[in-house]
């Protein structure tokens, strides 16, 4: 029966280190999508400079942290290269590189199909943006109920009629009775003289 290599003779028999101590030690077997190597510890498959970065330090990498380059090149597994780091860490490593993409300088739309002027979304429907009382009239003839039915059911209400009543005449459910005697909805109306 064949002895099984140990895990650090198998991970660095992967490792081409032909560029010298200070050169980029490339990762030669599997990749995953972003150009990162892809290597087995035993138990799981990892990014190779991570366990590289394990393996080299004996220090071990916690799922999730983030180990960074120093020479941008993801298939790198060189240790003096890499470093631990936070997700703060690679971001701001990423912008100060000019590898973080900036919208509409690093993304291909031409300049005649960059919303501005009165192509902007909020100068083609300002409704969009409107708050509070303005929006609330705005949007009333949206409504499935209008404002006199809306004080009806006020009144209704304050004369004895019960909400499940009051939902079953005017079309609408429960909650939305509901809410409308409480003020929660269709608040902006102004209150009937003669309550509270």
């Known amino acids: 029966m064949r002895r099984k290599e140990p895990l650090h003779e198998r991970f660095w028999k992967n490792v081409d280190t032909s560029d010298g101590p200070a050169g980029c030690w490339l990762w030669q077997a599997s990749y995953d999508a972003d150009g990162y190597g892809r290597a087995y510890d035993g138990k799981r498959g990892r990014r190779a400079h991570a366990l590289a970065l394990e393996l080299s330090t004996g220090v071990p990498v916690p799922l ?4 960074l380059h120093s ?7 060189n240790p ?4 631990r780091g ?7 490593d990423a912008t100060a590189r000019g590898r973080s993409k900036i919208p509409y300088v690093h993304t291909p739309v031409p300049e005649n199909r960059r919303p501005k002027g009165d192509r902007n979304g909020s100068r083609k429907h300002p409704e969009r943006l409107m708050r509070g009382e303005a929006a609330s009239r705005l949007h009333a003839a949206q409504r499935k109920l209008t ?12 004369g004895g009629t019960t909400i499940t009543e009051l939902a079953r005449e005017y079309g609408v459910g429960v909650p939305q009775v509901h809410r409308i005697v409480n003020r929660t909805r269709w608040s902006w109306l102004p209150i009937e003289e003669g309550t509270t």
């Open 64 to 67: 999730g942290a983030y180990v």
């Open 71 to 77: 020479c941008d090149n993801p298939p790198c597994c």
């Open 80 to 83: 003096t290269h890499l470093r």
């Open 86 to 92: 936070t997700a703060k860490d690679n971001k701001d």
């Open 147 to 158: 404002v006199e039915a809306v004080l009806s059911i006020r009144r209704g209400f304050r």
